[in-house]
């Protein structure tokens, strides 16, 4: 769920900033936005493939890398999603099963969207697995960015081998992002469509997400309600917790 | 003396020439159907088998034990770079033809819609010389290096593609990165065998390069000439002096293991078939036997008084279940023959373009077989168990006392 | 020289918990060459004495000795043999096989013996039904013969096997009067 992690939670550093020099120490001011605190939130996901649509909602809770998500639209109030660490676990209340995402099931849609587990799971940080270089810098919606390139490392595993991402100069969000295959070709392209001061911090709050090789289908995620000032119960973060 | 008896037991048939020959169809019925229905099972299997080998597996194929135990596995993560194998295996007089394959999941995209595909890997120059793919081809074959593909007919269906059409096939490369490669559908495969109809293929060194595989497959298929047996020792002795454990030679029966179980099944079909028949002859000889017997209760009588014995009387009764059976099974077996002899010259082509599902590779002109065997042990089998089913009628019917049968 | 010898023959039908005695303590003899009727009314037990005779039945007490040989304990079979080496039955209802020719009818207990030759069975059938005047119907079915003519031929197979004892029961009574007679010569000579 890190992705959920990257996109929801960059914490904004409000310096309003002088140019930085190079692609890695952007990318290390937009790593520094993580947080790894404490959140509950409220979101909606909606899922558009050709004239279907659908919406998902979800309660989230964060604490550092651990993360609870339970769906509360009818269709599949009560199934929950468990990140714990680099393991994915889903509960279905009507099956009551317990289930561990792996192998190939990791490259599956996540609830039937346009993201995949494998996206929202990876937890190394992009500076370490690509090869980043700064390309340009552009206006984008009449805001400042940097452009930057990122290209896989020889021998990593990771499923884009080539990412191009769009730096807000002011809030240090990645408000656009490209996901390119081995042989060029876009993949999915991302982007922050609203960004919010919740509790001071600078939020991107809806962000969709497209599939460049489907048409019309895209999956726009939405935080309608963020808190930090919570107290996560104790063993909420287990495997007990997804059955209760 | 037989003479007599045979002869007693033949007119007595005659004169009950109607009940007789209703009888023998009943018998013929059952062994002709028999017979016909084994030579459609075995045309049938043998049809599937064929398919298989000539589309699917070769008649031994070289691979990893991982992807046999678990059909299931489209991974990489068991591919070998096959020419460790090449020089040893040419030295082999059985292999007349080999060529390699990789095998891996993919999504074909035409820009609308996608579906779930396994992509085939081939070497477009010496895939032709183990499988017969290209006879069900319309269009192009690939060549090597190009961006092609040549799509199964079922997939081309299902996502709307006819020839020069583009196509996107998303995969995975070894390093787990997504690879997207932007291909044009040169040809449509439209085969007897549904699960090369669900497939793509694309030339294997497009292939190689693309998901980062330097001359690594998942799959090497040779055709054998000789002894299938001999052949597939000799290719597993290749392989293990290759200490590479993971690796292993299967014989197409053993790589078409769902194949094999319905193959199995028709054995089962056989002792059904046959049960069946020795059911026809059963009752149909017993109720022949004891009408005969019940009719002639007086003349049975007669016999007896004339010096008759029980074992004689026992022995004309057996002889018309004998003659039953034998014209029964004579006359089911000669319409069988012939009815055969069209079956295997011009076969039928019974599902017409319908898909039988399962993965079972049937479908286009079935043609019968000659199973010699099923043929003479139906044969046998009508006629034994007429005997045997005219027996205890026979038994009874000789038993009763002369003096009770002489006053009905 | 004595051919038949009954002693104390009684025989009793058990039909159920009904006993039906049909015969009671019956003494007779029968020399060689000797031509013998019994004659009685409906249910006297004519029928069942030539059965007792004829081994075709056993007797419930006292015994039947045919050409010396005790009949008594006797197995089936062996009895099945007494009747086709030495005992020819003429039925009141000629009883003939329908399948078989007149020939053939008249063969069948040669045939049965297993001792000649397919000639010499032939020849002598052939013969045999001459000597009842039926030479010219040798290859007719039973079907197609009148009753005396049946009858006749059913006399030929009793007579064909030259037995010691020929048993004819009521063998005039489905004729008319003048074939019963010609019948009646006919087993005369
Ligand atoms: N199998 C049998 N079971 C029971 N009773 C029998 C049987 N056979 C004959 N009887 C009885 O034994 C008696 C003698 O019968 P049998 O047939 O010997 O007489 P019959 O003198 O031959 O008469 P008919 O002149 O009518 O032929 C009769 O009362 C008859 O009912
Ligand atoms: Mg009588």
Redesign the interface.
């Known amino acids: 769920m890190k992705r959920l992690v990257l996109l929801m939670l960059l914490l904004v550093c409000n310096s309003g900033s002088a140019i930085a020099e190079t692609a890695e120490q952007i990318m290390k001011m937009v790593e520094a936005n993580v947080y790894y605190g404490e959140a509950y939130m409220e979101s909606d996901m909606t899922i558009r493939s050709g004239r279907r649509e659908m919406t998902k909602t979800m309660s989230i809770w964060v604490q550092g890398q651990n993360a609870l998500a339970e769906f509360t639209n009818p269709a599949d109030r009560g199934t929950k999603y468990l990140k714990l660490e680099d393991e994915m676990w889903i509960f279905f209340p009507d099956a009551e099963d317990l289930v561990l995402i792996s192998g190939h099931m990791l490259r599956q849609g996540f609830m039937g969207s346009d993201m995949s587990y494998e996206d929202m799971m990876t937890t190394e940080k992009l500076s370490e697995l690509y090869d980043l270089e700064l390309e340009s810098q552009e206006d984008l919606d009449g805001r400042p960015t940097w452009v930057i390139g990122a290209t896989a490392k020889e021998g990593v595993d990771v499923s884009y081998a080539i990412r191009k991402m769009w730096i807000d100069q002011e809030y240090h969000i990645s408000v656009r992002e490209e996901l390119y295959a081995v042989s060029g070709r876009l993949l999915k392209v991302s982007r922050v469509e609203e960004i919010d001061q919740i509790a001071g911090r600078n939020y991107p709050v809806t962000v969709v997400t497209e599939d460049a090789l489907r048409r019309d289908s895209s999956t726009t995620l939405r935080i309608l309600h963020i808190d930090f000032d919570i107290d996560v119960a104790d063993g909420l973060f287990s495997l007990e917790s997804l059955q209760r | 003396m037989a003479g007599i008896l045979t002869k007693l037991a033949f007119r007595n048939l005659w004169r009950q020439r109607r009940r007789t020959i209703l009888t023998c169809l009943a018998l013929a019925f059952g062994i002709y159907m028999v017979i016909i229905l084994d030579s459609f099972v075995g045309g049938m299997t043998e049809m599937a088998g064929r398919n298989i080998v000539q589309l699917q597996t070769g008649d031994v194929q070289i691979q990893a034990h991982a992807y046999v135990d678990d059909p299931t596995d489209r991974s990489l993560d068991h591919v070998f770079a096959y020419s460790d194998f090449t020089d040893d295996l040419r030295q082999l007089d059985q292999v007349s033809a080999m060529t390699p394959r990789l095998s891996f999941a993919a999504e074909l995209h035409n820009g609308m819609d996608d579906y779930h595909v396994r992509a085939m890997g081939v070497d477009p120059l010496t895939d032709p010389d183990v499988f017969t793919t290209q006879q069900y081809l319309a269009g192009q074959w690939l060549e090597p290096g190009q961006q092609q593909v040549v799509v199964g007919a079922r997939v081309a269906q299902l996502l709307d593609l006819t020839v020069s059409d583009y196509v996107i096939l998303l995969t995975r490369t070894a390093n787990n990165a997504f690879q997207a490669l932007d291909l044009e559908v040169v040809g449509i495969l439209d085969t007897p065998h549904p699960e090369v109809n669900l497939a793509v293929y694309v030339p294997l060194d497009m292939a190689q390069t693309s998901l980062g595989l330097d001359q690594a497959i998942t799959s090497l298929h040779m055709t054998v000439s000789g002894s299938a047996k001999s052949a597939y020792e000799a290719i597993s002795s290749v392989v293990e002096q290759q200490n590479s454990t993971a690796l292993g030679a299967y014989t197409w029966e053993q790589a078409a293991e769902d194949f094999m179980v319905m193959a199995q099944s028709s054995r089962a079909i056989h002792s059904m078939l046959l049960s069946m028949l020795i059911l026809i002859a059963i009752v149909g000889v017993v109720n022949a036997i004891l009408l005969g017997a019940m009719e002639r209760t007086r003349e049975i009588g007669v016999l007896k008084a004339m010096g008759m014995s029980e074992r004689e009387v026992t022995q004309e009764f057996v002889t018309e279940a004998f003659g039953i059976g034998f014209v029964g099974s004579a006359a089911g077996v000669l319409l069988a023959l012939l009815t055969n002899w069209f079956l295997v010259e011009y076969g039928i082509n019974p599902y017409g373009d319908m898909d039988l599902g399962a993965g079972i590779p049937l479908r286009g002109h079935l043609y019968g077989v000659w199973n010699w065997t099923i043929i003479a042990g139906a044969f046998m089998v009508g006629i034994l168990a007429s005997v045997l089913a005219g027996i205890v009628p026979a038994i009874r019917a000789a038993g009763k006392s002369p003096i009770w049968a002489l006053r009905q | 020289m004595t051919m038949l010898e009954l002693s104390n023959v009684t025989k009793i039908y058990a039909q159920g918990k009904v006993h039906v005695t049909a015969l009671r303590d019956v003494d007779f003899r029968v020399d060689s060459g000797e031509f013998l009727s019994i004659a009685g009314p409906s249910g006297s037990g004519k029928t069942t004495l030539l059965?007792l005779i004829?081994c075709?039945?056993v007797p419930t007490k006292g015994s039947i000795v045919l050409e010396g040989q005790q009949l008594a304990e006797r197995s089936?079979?062996q009895l099945?043999?007494?009747?086709?080496?030495h005992?020819g039955?003429v039925?009141q209802s000629y009883?003939l096989?329908?399948?078989?020719t007149a020939i053939?009818n008249v063969?069948?207990?040669l045939?049965?013996?297993?001792n000649m030759t397919?000639k010499a069975v032939r020849e002598r059938a052939e013969r045999t039904l001459t000597d009842v005047g039926l030479a010219e119907h040798l290859h007719h079915r039973p079907n197609e013969l009148s009753g005396g003519q049946q009858q006749r031929v059913a006399i030929a197979?009793a007579l064909v096997k030259e037995p010691s004892l020929i048993l004819a029961d009521e063998p005039t009574a489905n004729l008319d009067s003048e074939t019963g007679e010609a019948i009646l010569q006919l087993m005369w000579t």
């Open positions: 059965n004829g075709l039945d089936k079979t099945a043999k007494i009747r086709r080496d005992l039955f039925f009883n096989v329908p399948v078989l053939e063969s069948l207990p045939e049965l013996m297993r397919k197979r």
